[in-house]
């Protein structure tokens, strides 16, 4: 229950008497904000965030600098890295003023910086659709909107002339390089030891110097280099050699992902790989800038000033306190939560933002007048809120129950046998779908409930069917002890994926076929479902064509009618490969409606072709040439391409591959 305010709902004082006593409280804020802003053109943000804490204390909910200070604070956060008290910050100023721009597109950075991309999207658009839009803002949509879509973030374009880089070249780097906030992963190796951890795309030579310190404190004094795209290793000192660094490591990915057809597939950056190496003394490691290690200590100063204000928060009022004790988390607990986060899917912290923009709501009512007709409308809103939130739990409950199973299915296919784990596997299938019901029996309309009863039945099918490829684990290190590139890692994943494919399929056996049959059409029936429970517009939108190469428009909507048809498109290829594979019928039918519903979808005609291409009767299928995309003529010169290999020879090269794999 919320705390009741003292003073009551605070008014406008417009009476004369009360003039000079609002000129002091003008001048004082005036001041204070001042203050503020110098403090955190000094980079002090602890102090810059005192300063907006004594000067929202001065003035009432509506006052019209309210939004500017609340957005102050959460730019403090942001540059502390505070990114879900910045979403807090942001969320005030726009209660107070709902377009503001920069509330925005600070609170889109801070939910990006999360992993929050829907959220994100949502903040930009609108940004977008008020006259604050710049170049950066339609960027940002665009980059949120392929993130979405599963594709790879685009590498930096560097545009040069023959004299050099222009002036506008490197305002188009600085600007992809502020708009680069994504997480990625690094693992840090020293002697026979390796660390992993997490770090966004503007980590400073200074904090990756701390954090390797931290995990390897008892290593003396480090030098930190990293593998360039030629093999060698380059010294880190200073945030521009890590840019650098992040950026081979993406358009290695990039480059290697246009190699490969197929279906879509989830977003995913080899990590940056940094060997730090034992220096004789501490005046042997490179210092960082003074700029950056300046700035890492504010950053330092404004976190303890932020734990400080919540701690004093949670203290309750005239009422004598014990200290209380202070916990630290442990660095593997977070490298866990983002590792969980990016293999799953499943966002823990999505129900607290349900939770609290539904309290949010809730809290607004109650501080109007009970008879006021302007209170139900928002009581409405926060039911509405609160109701997606129980909605939203019971689905990542249920989402959790589908990984450990997914788990338990990957040991079964190391094993080579799943009948150790089946009844935990089913066990944990269960669990998962009577979570997804019971989302569904409190939003009767959760899209999202409906499509996870359907991938539970998807896998089930799988498992029934015997269905089960090993998961691809290749190692980042070569027979001559020489680290892979991000590019050949890239490659090896590829090829071993389509390898232990190969390899799951031969195993099937008809009897399997056959007890899949009605989980496959279950499957399918709840993903028809969930399309039902779409709005009727969404249903009804045009689906654009999509081409190859070709990035979505920055007005662009993603399409949910659209990727439910790829998802049961998936199902169907699946299932035509299990019953190609033991050689029964109707599997050609089963792929010919998948391409149907890719090509429906807007799918790009050459990923079309490449999955009918993988599948493992493409000499039995009539897959269609691309008229859209002329052949280049063969440059002059160059050897023509080697005929396709046999069937037996390409399977055998496969299973080499596979077992090069493990």
């Known amino acids: 229950m919320a705390k009741k305010k003292a003073g009551g709902k605070v008014s406008p004082v417009n009476s004369p008497a009360k003039t000079a006593e609002q000129g002091d409280v003008q001048a004082q804020l005036s001041n204070l904000r001042d203050e503020g802003n110098k403090h955190f053109g000094a980079k002090d943000y602890a102090k810059a965030l005192e300063s907006y804490d004594k000067a929202l204390k001065l003035i009432p909910a509506t006052h019209q600098d309210k939004p ?37 597109t600070r609170r889109a950075k801070a939910y990006e910086n999360m992993g929050h991309y829907k959220q994100a999207l949502s903040d930009v658009q609108k940004a977008n659709k008020g006259p604050g839009a710049t170049p950066e803002t339609q960027e940002a949509e665009k980059r949120l909107k392929e993130l979405l879509a599963g594709k790879r973030p685009a590498g930096n374009n560097t545009l040069a002339t ?16 502020r708009a680069q906030p994504y997480v990625f992963q690094a693992k840090i190796s020293l002697d026979d030891e390796t660390r992993s951890m997490h770090m966004t795309g503007q980590v400073t030579y200074a904090e990756l110097q701390h954090a390797v310190r931290d995990k390897f404190p008892t290593a003396g004094p480090l030098i930190l280099k990293y593998l360039d795209k030629e093999g060698d290793l380059v010294t880190i000192t200073d945030r521009n050699d890590l840019q650098v660094a992040l950026k081979e490591v993406v358009e290695s990915a990039d480059k290697a992902a246009g190699q490969h057809g197929g279906p879509r597939l989830p977003n995913m950056i080899p990590p940056l790989r940094i060997h730090a190496t034992r220096a004789k003394s501490e005046a042997d490691v490179p210092p960082p800038p003074v700029d950056e290690e300046n700035q890492f200590q504010q950053i330092i100063a404004a976190r303890k000033y932020i734990a400080e204000q919540a701690l004093k928060q949670q203290t309750k009022k005239d009422e004598p306190q014990e200290p209380q004790e202070q916990y630290a988390v442990d660095q593997w607990i977070l490298d866990f939560a983002n590792l969980f986060r990016e293999q799953t899917g499943v966002d823990p912290d999505k129900h607290l933002d349900l939770q609290t923009l539904g309290w949010d709501k809730c809290t607004a009512a109650m501080e109007e007048a009970i008879s006021s007709d302007k209170a139900e409308p928002i009581f409405k809103a926060a039911a509405d809120k609160f109701q997606e939130v129980a909605a939203t739990g019971m689905l990542q409950w249920g989402n959790v129950h589908l990984s450990m199973a997914r ?6 296919a190391m094993k080579g046998t799943f009948k150790d784990l089946e009844s935990r596997i089913k066990s944990e299938f269960d669990s998962a779908a009577a979570k997804y019901k019971e989302a569904l029996g409190i939003k009767t309309d959760f899209y999202d409930g409906e499509m996870q009863l359907g991938q539970v039945d998807f896998e089930r099918a799988k498992l029934a069917a015997g269905f089960l490829p090993e998961p691809v684990r290749v190692n980042p290190v070569d027979e001559e002890g020489k680290t892979r590139s991000p590019e050949k890692m890239t490659e090896l994943v590829h090829e071993a994926h389509q390898a232990h494919t190969r390899k799951a399929l031969k195993a099937l056996k008809v009897d399997g076929l056959e007890r899949s049959k009605a989980l496959f059409a279950a499957a399918v029936k709840h993903y028809e479902d969930a399309i039902l429970l779409l709005p009727a517009e969404e249903r009804n939108k045009p689906i654009k064509q999509q081409i190859a190469g070709e990035p979505p428009a920055p007005d662009e909507d993603i399409n949910f009618y659209a990727q439910s048809l790829v998802l049961i498109g998936n199902l169907l290829y699946e299932q035509s490969q299990i019953t190609a594979a033991v050689d029964q019928d109707g599997w050609k039918d089963m792929v010919t409606k998948a391409a149907k519903l890719f090509k429906q979808a807007g799918c790009v005609s050459g990923d079309i072709k490449a999955a009918l291409t993988s599948h493992i009767k493409h000499e039995e299928i009539d897959i269609p040439q691309d008229a859209e995309e002329p052949k280049k003529e063969a440059v002059k010169g160059l050897p023509s391409l080697a005929p396709k290999k046999k069937k037996a020879e390409g399977e055998a090269t496969a299973d080499k591959q596979a077992a090069a794999a493990e």
């Open 68 to 104: 500017l200070l609340h957005s102050n604070k959460a730019a403090c956060h942001m540059m502390a890295k505070k990114y879900k008290e910045a979403t807090n910050e942001c969320t005030a100023a726009l209660e107070v003023a709902p377009g503001y721009h920069k509330a925005l």
């Open 162 to 177: 023959a004299n050099g880089t222009t002036a506008a070249a490197k305002k188009q780097q600085a600007r992809q390089q």
């Open 407 to 412: 788990k338990f299915l990957d040991d079964a």
